[in-house]
T-cell receptor, first 114, second 117 residues
Framework: GENVEQHPSTLSVQEGDSAVIKCTYSDSASNYFPWYKQELGKRPQLIIDIRSNVGEKKDQRIAVTLNKTAKHFSLHITETQPEDSAVYFCAPHDPGGGYNKLIFGAGTRLAVHP | GAVVSQHPSRVICKSGTSVKIECRSL??????MFWYRQFPKQSLMLMAT?????????EQGVEKDKFLINHASLTLSTLTVTSAHPEDSSFYICSAKTGRWATDTQYFGPGTRLTVL
């Protein structure tokens, strides 16, 4: 099965700075790489995802980069704002078993200070 | 679009009783739904994959006789926690995929907070 590692576990930045979170996975057959944001007590929300046929995707202040050779992908948030404070999870696709499930990383708690 | 609902949002029950949680896809048909459990300040742990019209597939270490899953239609999956104990207290979240492909987006319900006394 897919093994997922996410770093760092906590990240504290000043408003306006950039934040980068990295996710490493083990199964080279994985082909879908989403990032979810979860605020306290709420459901995870998809913020950006990338398929294996591209190396980078950007949506306003958020971007994801993928390195399939090294088996890692990263979330980049620029010009951070206090409302970006939340827990972020990577969840690469696990191709084993045939159900296209996602395996969640341990999460990164991001705190953006005004 | 792509809204997933869960009911109830909170439930408190006595030890030894059973609790049923419903997960519905409101505006799309979901062939596959997933059930997760999340303990405080931890990640989402996949419990099982629920497929319409067939038996659920459970992750290693999850007791299928304790966590009963029924995917009765393309818009409804239920999780029943049988003979609940305090250690079953957790946040249970379902999700549903909009299609069969790995790259189809997975949308999450709002979660159900279960407290077993």
């Amino acid at each position: 099965g897919e093994n997922v590692e996410q770093h760092p576990s906590t990240l504290s930045v000043q408003e306006g700075d950039s934040a980068v979170i990295k996710c490493t996975y083990s199964d080279s057959a994985s082909n879908y790489f989403p990032w979810y944001k979860q605020e306290l007590g709420k459901r995870p929300q998809l913020i950006i995802d990338i398929r294996s046929n591209v190396g980078e995707k950007k949506d306003q202040r958020i971007a994801v980069t993928l390195n399939k050779t090294a088996k890692h992908f990263s979330l980049h948030i620029t010009e951070t704002q206090p409302e970006d404070s939340a827990v972020y999870f990577c969840a690469p696709h696990d191709p084993g078993g045939g159900y296209n499930k996602l395996i969640f990383g341990a999460g990164t708690r991001l705190a953006v200070h005004p | 679009g792509a809204v997933v609902s869960q009911h109830p949002s909170r439930v408190i029950c006595k030890s030894g009783t059973s609790v049923k949680i419903e997960c519905r896809s409101l505006d799309f048909q979901a062939t596959t739904m997933f059930w997760y459990r999340q303990f405080p300040k931890q990640s989402l742990m996949l419990m099982a994959t629920s497929n319409e019209g067939s038996k659920a597939t459970y992750e290693q270490g999850v007791e299928k006789d304790k966590f009963l899953i029924n995917h009765a239609s393309l818009t409804l999956s239920t999780l029943t926690v049988t003979s609940a104990h305090p250690e079953d207290s957790s946040f249970y979240i379902c999700s549903a995929k909009t299609g069969r492909w790995a790259t189809d987006t997975q949308y999450f319900g709002p979660g159900t907070r279960l407290t077993v006394l």
